[in-house]
């Protein structure tokens, strides 16, 4: 219950302050330049990575991306940009 109201009053908050619903409710932003770059934004973490699969710790779940010949161009504390042949992007709730 505490939770829905939570929501509710970020998504509320959200409407009135016109701030984007990714900064006001702690989501992921995922950019994908065809199927070569996707670039992702505020995750918690990488939990693994190969040449095939990678896979984000978010805040309530997984991004799991799955293509070939990965390789991380750029990667900080809540950003990373992945080059390769991106073939999947799945969200896996948590």
């Given at each position: 219950?505490?939770?829905?109201?939570?929501q509710?009053?970020?998504?509320?908050m959200?409407?009135?302050t016109d701030?984007?619903?990714?900064?006001?409710?702690?989501?992921?932003r995922?950019?994908?330049?065809g199927?070569?770059?996707?670039?992702?934004?505020?995750?918690?973490?990488?939990?693994?990575?190969?040449d095939?699969?990678?896979?984000?710790?978010?805040?309530?779940?997984?991004l799991?991306?799955?293509?070939?010949?990965?390789?991380?161009?750029?990667?900080?504390?809540?950003?990373?940009?992945?080059e390769?042949?991106?073939?999947e992007?799945l969200?896996?709730?948590?």
């Amino acid at each position: 219950m505490a939770k829905k109201w939570r929501q509710h009053l970020q998504n509320w908050m959200s409407q009135k302050t016109d701030l984007p619903q990714d900064v006001m409710m702690d989501l992921p932003r995922i950019t994908m330049i065809g199927q070569i770059h996707i670039y992702v934004e505020n995750h918690r973490g990488l939990l693994t990575f190969s040449d095939k699969e990678v896979r984000l710790l978010l805040k309530n779940g997984q991004l799991l991306i799955k293509g070939r010949s990965f390789v991380i161009k750029t990667i900080l504390p809540e950003e990373i940009l992945l080059e390769g042949k991106i073939d999947e992007v799945l969200y896996l709730n948590g």
